[in-house]
C-alpha cells in the first residue's frame, strides 16, 4: 500500500510539477513543498571530505557538514558556509617580540614564513589547512589571492636584496616583492605584495622570503599571509 502511494505521489507530481509534503495544496510557484509542525527537513550529511569529494556538484547544491556541524552550498565560488557571506579566506598574522632572531638572512637562500595554524587570525577550515611553516593547502580549484608582508625591528645599514615569492606544489610561481632596500641607518624596515594565481584542489601554497645579510639572524617584528579564493 506504502509503495501504491508513493507511486501515485511521484506520479502526480511528475504530472504537474509540483510535489507536496504534508500539504494537498502545493503553490503554484513551488516544484516541492514541504509542511509539518513536528518533523524537520534532514538534507544529506556527510563529512568535510566526502562534501569537497562531491564531482561536479550543481550550484545550489546543500548538505550538512558534519566535520563543521553547519549547512553548506555550493556556488561559483565553491562550496560556502550558510553563514558567512564573504569570500573564503585565512588570515596567519604574527607580531613578534624583541630580540628573537627569527629572520634568516644566508644570501639568496629562501626561507618559509615562520607562521603556523596557531597564527590563524581568522580561517575557512572547508576551504584551507596550514600544513607547515607558510604552507597553505587548498581544498578547491579555483583563483586565489596571496597577499604576504614581513619586517624586521633592526635592518642594518647598507644594500640588502629582499624578495617575497610564492611557491605552488614546491615550485616557484610568482614573487609578491622584489628589489634593493638601502638604509643610511639601522631601522625597520619591511615590505608586502599581493599575486592571484591559479590552484587546484589540494595544491600546497608556500611564502617564502630573501633577506640578504651574510647569513646573521635579524629581529622579526610582524609576518603576515592572508589568503581569498576569488572564484
Do not use: C, H
Not at 17 to 29: F, H, K, N
Not at 67 to 95: C, D, Q
Not at 190 to 217: C, F, M, P, R, W
Amino acid at each position: 500500500m506504502k509503495g501504491f502511494l508513493m507511486f501515485l505521489l511521484l506520479t502526480s507530481g511528475w504530472m504537474s510539477a509540483q510535489v507536496g509534503i504534508g500539504t494537498t495544496t502545493p503553490s503554484s510557484s513551488a516544484i516541492l513543498q514541504l509542511e509539518s509542525t513536528d518533523k524537520t527537513f534532514v538534507p544529506p550529511r556527510m563529512t568535510n571530505a566526502q562534501m569537497v569529494a562531491i564531482a561536479s556538484p550543481l550550484n545550489g547544491s546543500m548538505v550538512y557538514n558534519t566535520t563543521y556541524n553547519a549547512m553548506f552550498v555550493r556556488t561559483s565560488n565553491g562550496w560556502k558556509n550558510f553563514f558567512e557571506t564573504s569570500n573564503a579566506s585565512i588570515v596567519l598574522n604574527k607580531t613578534f617580540s624583541s630580540g628573537n632572531n627569527v629572520v634568516a638572512t644566508a644570501n639568496n637562500t629562501y626561507a618559509n614564513f615562520p607562521l603556523a595554524s596557531t597564527d590563524a587570525m581568522t580561517i575557512d577550515n572547508a576551504i584551507y589547512t596550514v600544513t607547515g611553516a607558510g604552507k597553505i593547502k587548498v581544498a578547491e580549484n579555483g583563483v586565489y589571492m596571496i597577499t604576504a608582508s614581513f619586517s624586521v625591528s633592526n635592518m642594518p645599514t647598507g644594500v640588502r636584496k629582499y624578495v617575497i615569492a610564492v611557491y605552488q606544489n614546491s615550485n616557484i610561481v610568482g614573487y609578491l616583492s622584489r628589489g634593493t632596500a638601502n638604509l643610511e641607518s639601522t631601522d625597520e624596515w619591511g615590505t608586502s605584495g599581493s599575486l592571484s594565481i591559479s590552484a587546484a584542489q589540494n595544491d600546497i601554497i608556500e611564502l617564502k622570503y630573501v633577506l640578504n645579510n651574510a647569513g646573521a639572524t635579524l629581529d622579526a617584528k610582524i609576518f603576515n599571509i592572508g589568503i581569498t579564493k576569488l572564484k
